[in-house]
T-cell receptor
């Protein structure tokens, strides 16, 4: 069965510093990987996805993620954090003939 | 273009009552998904509709939960005889249908069972 882990419940970073939100996955075949962000009392907003091809994926709001097959990871990164990036971030994985499985989420807090 | 809409945004009900939650997907999207987000938990898959195929009900937690999708568009999630543990945010998403397509989420319905 597929699964995804977000090992950090919370990540704290100062504004202007780089940020990383970690995600590892487990699938039996080729993974399709997604990152979503959720602001308070809102639905989930799509950030980026990896399906195939270039391991470095660029998405919305300056975020990017790198697919690492050997480490089964898909960490979310941004070179310079903004206070407005503070939100709940979800990693999700899917493979053929399955539904999307989400991690438990990581709260990102960016301090001024 | 309109995104996914859900109604009501909030629903407070008493234990034992039935509730209906509605989802309007993005026009043209053939796939529709329901998820449940409980406090401190991730998103739990409930049910998936794809075109005219039989829905994937593998995530429904009990037979008190059911969903239908009329005319390939609007969907209703029904919870019968609600329990306090049903309190959660219910999220709907839609997509073009392939496994690689992005799911777009609605704002959710917050259900509180007293």
């Amino acid at each position: 069965a597929q699964s995804v882990a977000q090992p950090e419940d919370q990540v704290n970073v100062a504004e202007g510093n780089p940020l990383t939100v970690k995600c590892t996955y487990s699938v039996s075949g080729n993974p399709y990987l997604f990152w979503y962000v959720q602001y308070p009392n809102r639905g989930l907003q799509f950030l980026l996805k990896y399906i195939t091809g270039d391991n470095l994926v660029k998405g919305s709001y300056g975020f990017e993620a790198e697919f690492n097959k050997s480490q089964t990871s898909f960490h979310l990164k941004k070179p310079s954090a903004l206070v407005s990036d503070s939100a709940l971030y979800f990693c999700a994985v899917r493979e053929r003939y399955s539904t999307l499985t989400f991690g438990k989420g990581t709260m990102l807090l960016v301090s001024p | 273009g309109a995104g996914v809409s859900q109604s009501p945004s909030n629903k407070v009900t008493e234990k034992g009552k039935d509730v209906e939650l509605r989802c309007d997907p993005i026009s043209g999207h053939t796939a529709l998904y329901w998820y449940r987000q409980s406090l401190g938990q991730g998103l739990e898959f409930l049910i998936y509709f794809q075109g005219n195929s039989a829905p994937d009900k593998s995530g429904l937690p009990s037979d008190r939960f059911s969903a239908e999708r009329t005319g390939g568009s609007v969907s209703t999630l029904t919870i019968q005889r609600t329990q306090q543990e049903d309190s959660a945010v219910y999220l709907c998403a839609s997509s073009w249908g392939s496994e690689t397509d992005t799911q777009y989420f609605g704002p959710g319905t917050r259900l509180t069972v007293l």
